[in-house]
């Protein structure tokens, strides 16, 4: 198990970095290494983020000096959503088959987690979130059709899409982690315009189904002093909690949501006007 230290930034250092500077604070490049568990511990909310690959090769969460516990989730929850090929996630002896788009939800004082996939020559790809916690929830499959639905936007603002909540109050109980997965549909292009900040809690965003040759440009920074990261399949980028979070991609695709802090209200934030950006 690979983990990757990402530190805080304060808003002003961000409106004096270069691109290369944006990307290597924010943006992770690789996400999923084949038999690796790949991960980063942000110090935005202690969010721990990214990778499972199981290919030829069980893989467990173990542990590191950065965590200081005896076990991955002695003091942590965890979400996932495979966007890979069909597998399986042990959870302290119990297996759960978790396919294309199906999430779990694993809750604190879990002491074994363990993935492997079902056909190496088409790998599951398991994307993980993990935030501190102090209360032990039950761990709970969910599909995308039990995901909490909430249909946004319209076409003619290029912004029609279906934000599918997995670890949300309404599905699962869990400490402070919410988790879910945005698709937007054909033609649309932006995701979360007007922009907005949550001052209580921070987000990743994982960009998933773009095309070789296409990308998504993610828009961060303050209101006024706004940065964009340029975001290709399978990426993962750090949003702060006092920056916007917000991306316009060369054609539709989708991609995972996961934030952590104070509370779990989806609608506490704080909407921009489009004509106060800068």
């Known amino acids: 198990m690979e983990m990757e230290i990402r530190y805080s930034n304060h808003p002003s250092d961000s409106m004096h970095y270069t691109t290369e500077e944006l990307r290597e604070h924010y943006l992770v490049e690789k996400v999923f290494i ?26 467990k969460l173990g542990v590191c000096k950065e965590l200081g516990t005896d076990y991955f989730l002695e003091r942590r929850e965890l979400g996932v959503i495979n966007v890979g090929g ?73 912004n029609k899409r279906t934000i599918n909540q997995y670890v949300h109050p309404e599905v699962c109980q869990s400490c402070q982690l919410v ?9 649309s292009v932006w995701n979360t315009m007007p922009a ?18 296409q990308c998504v440009m993610h828009f961060m920074g303050t209101e006024k002093e706004t940065r964009h990261i340029i975001m290709h399949k ?33 609608d506490d934030m704080d909407t921009i006007k489009i004509e106060d950006l800068r």
């Not at 979130?129 to 936007?153: F, M």
């Not at 988790?179 to 033609?187: A, C, D, P």
């Not at 702060?240 to 104070?262: L, Q, R």
């Open 34 to 59: 084949e038999d690796k568990i790949n991960l980063v511990y942000s110090h935005n909310d202690r969010i721990i983020f990214g990778g499972v690959t199981p290919v030829k090769e069980t893989l």
């Open 86 to 158: 069909d597998g399986t996630i042990i959870v302290d002896g119990t297996e759960y088959s978790i396919n294309y788009r199906d999430g779990l939800y694993v809750g604190q004082g879990v002491k074994d987690v363990e993935f492997k996939s079902t056909n190496p020559e088409n790998p599951a790809k398991f994307y993980i979130n993990s935030a501190p916690a102090l209360v032990a929830y039950p761990t709970v499959k969910i599909g995308l059709d039990k995901a909490r639905k909430v249909k946004c936007g319209d076409a003619e603002n290029v």
């Open 179 to 187: 988790m879910g997965l945005t698709i937007l549909e054909s033609g």
């Open 196 to 213: 907005h900040t949550h001052e209580r809690r921070m987000e990743v965003y994982l960009y998933l189904d773009i095309p070789e040759d």
């Open 234 to 266: 399978e990426q993962a980028v750090i949003s702060p909690s006092w920056s916007i979070h917000s991306g316009c991609g060369t054609k539709n695709y989708s991609f995972i949501w996961g934030m952590c802090g104070e509370n779990q209200t989806f």
